[in-house]
């Protein structure tokens, strides 16, 4: 969502590159430029310049060390200042009671219910016993869709489908929680369109009788400035204890999570992703800022490859390495891995320097069906030694996979060149990669 801010705040840096040493004359223009870049980005105005004269003071009041050029020096200012706009420490969510309650606000269509089954998700593989209810009795389908997300996390749905009185089912809910040993309840509460009275009403009467450790706003990051502005309106009422961004995947400008911290004082702790149940993350301001300044992203990455790979299956295939044994099950396995941890795109992101690189590229998460067709065509033996795919095999991999020859022989290509680089990896004791030239 911040590859064109990223673009733009790497041009506004390059103003000082080459530059001996910082004046108010080259910083005030790399300002302009980040001031420029933050507007466009859809960030408040005056955020934008409360922050862009902070980095401008910062930078002045600086020397610059004899190893350190000034645009990385603004670089670092500027990465310091997006920490603290965003938050400057991630903060967790509070489970406190028996039951803990955490209730979920927002609009319609901002993600609350497919949240709702994330966070889910994401306590019950902390080894907690976790209840869903239902409390959006207006919207149609609302509690079939929280059913479903319930079954695919294998957590228990508490839902009155005639019951039209949201607070009768809340008190009904932590009822049912006590009898059956569940020590988290998250509420689903309904949504409008737009925020109205008897929408506050409703959930203020809620959060009463419930008296939640935790109350998260669900923002819908495409939606800008208007995502700002409705957590503000939301929060003079309800008093949330933190933000939740969503959709964080789209064509956002970046606005709502540079800003909403800023005007509405509350943390952001939560951000998702795609519609899969595993694409929640918590929300880190200094690892965010990270991203935006193209810096990557590498310890959430490294985070994310520990929650999907297993100790054991790591050892074998290490062992398979270096024994110069790695096949085409192994293969598959690990692009099943691969695309637990989330979207591609997403994955790219948290490399260094790659949104940079890969800014006109497009990425599509199916590009893996192909491979997985082509692989899943092989006979076992096939897959264990790919030298015996011969022509004629070739065809009938072809024909079974949907695909042709040509995609078969490059993917052949590429696998075996993995393989001669992971054989030379062994040789030099995994110390270095060789130097490859780029084919043309």
């Given at each position: 969502m911040f590859e064109n801010l990223s673009v733009k705040l790497d041009k506004a840096f390059k103003t000082l590159k080459g530059q001996g040493r910082i004046t108010e004359i080259n910083v005030a223009t790399t300002v302009k430029e980040?001031?420029?870049?933050?507007?466009?980005?859809?960030?408040?105005?005056?955020?934008?310049?409360?922050?862009?004269?902070?980095?401008?003071?910062?930078?002045?009041?600086?020397?610059?060390?004899?190893?350190?050029?000034?645009?990385?020096?603004?670089?670092?200012i500027t990465h310091e200042e997006l920490t603290e706009l965003m938050g400057g420490d991630k903060e967790d969510i509070s489970i406190k009671g028996d039951p803990a309650v955490i209730l979920i606000a927002g609009l319609q269509g901002s993600g609350k219910t497919t949240f709702s089954g994330k966070l889910a998700n994401y306590l019950k593989k902390q080894g907690r016993q976790v209840l869903l209810v239902a409390c959006d009795i207006y919207r149609p389908a609302a509690i079939d869709q929280l059913k479903v997300l319930g079954e695919q996390v294998g957590v228990e749905v508490y839902a009155e489908p005639e019951n039209k009185d949201a607070v009768q089912i809340a008190k009904n809910a932590i009822q049912f929680a006590k009898n059956n040993h569940k020590k988290i309840v998250i509420v689903d509460t309904a949504g409008r369109l737009a925020i109205d009275e008897e929408m506050m009403n409703e959930i203020t009467k809620v959060k009463e009788v419930l008296k939640p450790s935790e109350t998260l706003f669900v923002v819908d990051s495409m939606t800008g400035q208007d995502a700002v502005n409705t957590a503000k309106t939301f929060n003079d009422r309800l008093d949330f204890d933190g933000v939740v961004l969503t959709k964080l995947d789209g064509d956002a400008r970046g606005g709502a999570a540079l800003s909403i911290r800023s005007v509405v004082e509350k943390p952001i702790k939560f951000m998702s992703t795609g519609e899969k149940m595993e694409n929640l993350d918590v929300f880190h301001p200094d690892r965010m800022a990270q991203r935006i300044l193209g810096m990557g992203d590498v310890v959430s990455l490294v985070e994310k490859a520990q929650q999907v790979f297993d100790e054991e299956e790591a050892k074998r295939l290490n062992s398979k390495i270096r024994k110069n044994q790695f096949d085409f099950e192994d293969f598959m396995t690990q692009l099943q891995q691969i695309k637990k941890m989330g979207s591609i795109k997403d994955i790219v992101g948290m490399l260094p320097g790659m949104n940079k690189m890969m800014k006109d590229v497009e990425i599509d998460d199916n590009a893996f069906v192909p491979i997985e067709a082509i692989i899943n065509s092989m006979t076992p033996a096939e897959r264990q030694n790919p030298d015996l795919i011969n022509g004629s095999r070739k065809k009938r991999i072809a024909s079974g996979s949907g695909t042709s020859i040509q995609q078969i022989n490059n993917l052949l290509k590429q696998f075996e060149d993995m393989r001669k680089m992971m054989k030379m990896m062994n040789k030099t004791g995994g110390k270095g990669l060789p130097k490859m030239g780029m084919r043309r």
């Amino acid at each position: 969502m911040f590859e064109n801010l990223s673009v733009k705040l790497d041009k506004a840096f390059k103003t000082l590159k080459g530059q001996g040493r910082i004046t108010e004359i080259n910083v005030a223009t790399t300002v302009k430029e980040i001031r420029k870049a933050l507007i466009d980005a859809d960030v408040n105005y005056k955020v934008a310049k409360q922050v862009t004269d902070t980095i401008k003071e910062k930078a002045l009041g600086r020397e610059v060390l004899i190893s350190v050029s000034p645009g990385q020096l603004l670089v670092k200012i500027t990465h310091e200042e997006l920490t603290e706009l965003m938050g400057g420490d991630k903060e967790d969510i509070s489970i406190k009671g028996d039951p803990a309650v955490i209730l979920i606000a927002g609009l319609q269509g901002s993600g609350k219910t497919t949240f709702s089954g994330k966070l889910a998700n994401y306590l019950k593989k902390q080894g907690r016993q976790v209840l869903l209810v239902a409390c959006d009795i207006y919207r149609p389908a609302a509690i079939d869709q929280l059913k479903v997300l319930g079954e695919q996390v294998g957590v228990e749905v508490y839902a009155e489908p005639e019951n039209k009185d949201a607070v009768q089912i809340a008190k009904n809910a932590i009822q049912f929680a006590k009898n059956n040993h569940k020590k988290i309840v998250i509420v689903d509460t309904a949504g409008r369109l737009a925020i109205d009275e008897e929408m506050m009403n409703e959930i203020t009467k809620v959060k009463e009788v419930l008296k939640p450790s935790e109350t998260l706003f669900v923002v819908d990051s495409m939606t800008g400035q208007d995502a700002v502005n409705t957590a503000k309106t939301f929060n003079d009422r309800l008093d949330f204890d933190g933000v939740v961004l969503t959709k964080l995947d789209g064509d956002a400008r970046g606005g709502a999570a540079l800003s909403i911290r800023s005007v509405v004082e509350k943390p952001i702790k939560f951000m998702s992703t795609g519609e899969k149940m595993e694409n929640l993350d918590v929300f880190h301001p200094d690892r965010m800022a990270q991203r935006i300044l193209g810096m990557g992203d590498v310890v959430s990455l490294v985070e994310k490859a520990q929650q999907v790979f297993d100790e054991e299956e790591a050892k074998r295939l290490n062992s398979k390495i270096r024994k110069n044994q790695f096949d085409f099950e192994d293969f598959m396995t690990q692009l099943q891995q691969i695309k637990k941890m989330g979207s591609i795109k997403d994955i790219v992101g948290m490399l260094p320097g790659m949104n940079k690189m890969m800014k006109d590229v497009e990425i599509d998460d199916n590009a893996f069906v192909p491979i997985e067709a082509i692989i899943n065509s092989m006979t076992p033996a096939e897959r264990q030694n790919p030298d015996l795919i011969n022509g004629s095999r070739k065809k009938r991999i072809a024909s079974g996979s949907g695909t042709s020859i040509q995609q078969i022989n490059n993917l052949l290509k590429q696998f075996e060149d993995m393989r001669k680089m992971m054989k030379m990896m062994n040789k030099t004791g995994g110390k270095g990669l060789p130097k490859m030239g780029m084919r043309r």
